[in-house]
């Protein structure tokens, strides 16, 4: 963004629509010098998401990572985290089902594909079935606007999840409902044999599992 661009932003927001069959209308909001991304109705990148995963990241992350499964990439907003804030440099896949997204992340956020960051077009839930790696740590940041998609609350999907989990990993999943998940669904993760730690009203709009297989 222009040195103009961001001064003008305290005072005049800008804001930008980009259509997306899967996700709705996007927005791009400079907002007070910075960038962000929203859905219709929800933050989705570098706003309170990003301090969100910010928060889980605090939580979990370890100099001993070194793949990382970030299941939504969004605008990639907590990939800048990990390599800005917590210094990461190891290798990163992040898998996103919305070409749009992947664009944005590009032209807007400056995200591009690298020998240590590879995008895959996929839906999550395909990906976890057919991945043979083993990741460290796995961020669940899986959203359309404010709902987590049916399949990502699914025994199978946890079940592919764990397959994908190095010994040692730990996995971040974060949930837009402030009371946390609901309690059929953490029934099943204790049933998989998920050690798991809930922090509620992370932000006021979100909840944190930190789960372990
Ligand atoms: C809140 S955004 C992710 C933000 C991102 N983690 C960041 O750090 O900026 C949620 C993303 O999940 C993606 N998504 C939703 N369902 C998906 C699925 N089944 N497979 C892959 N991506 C999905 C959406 O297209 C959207 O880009």
Redesign the pocket.
């Known amino acids: 963004m222009s040195m103009f661009k961001k001064l003008a932003s305290y005072i005049f927001p800008f804001s930008k629509k980009i259509h997306?069959n899967?996700?709705g209308v996007l927005e791009v909001n400079w907002v007070n010098g910075k960038k962000v991304?929203d859905?219709p109705n929800?933050?989705?990148?570098?706003g309170n998401?990003?301090k969100v995963?910010h928060f889980g990241l605090e939580k979990v992350y370890d100099s001993t990572v070194e793949n990382i499964l970030?299941?939504?990439?969004?605008?990639?907003?907590?990939?800048?985290?990990l390599r800005n804030e917590f210094k990461y440099t190891g290798n990163i896949t992040?898998?996103?089902?919305?070409p749009?997204?992947i664009q944005i992340?590009h032209n807007e956020?400056g995200v591009v594909a690298s020998p240590t960051l590879e995008i895959v077009l996929?839906?999550?839930?395909?990906?976890l079935q057919q991945n043979k790696q083993r990741f460290d740590l796995v961020?669940v940041?899986?959203?359309?606007d404010t709902e987590?998609?049916g399949?990502?609350m699914q025994k199978e999907f946890w079940l592919d999840l764990r397959n994908s989990m190095s010994e040692n990993a730990s996995v971040i999943f974060?949930y837009?409902n402030p009371q946390g998940t609901p309690s059929n669904f953490k029934i099943m993760l204790q049933y998989l044999d998920f050690e798991m730690q809930e922090y509620t009203y992370v932000l006021d709009t979100n909840s944190i599992m930190i789960l372990r297989a």
């Open positions: 997306s899967i996700n991304l859905s929800a933050n989705y990148s570098f998401l990003q995963l970030i299941l939504g990439m969004g605008g990639g907003s907590v990939i800048q985290t992040a898998v996103e089902i919305d749009i997204l992340a956020f996929n839906d999550a839930v395909i990906y961020i940041d899986l959203f359309i987590v998609p399949g990502v974060n837009m």
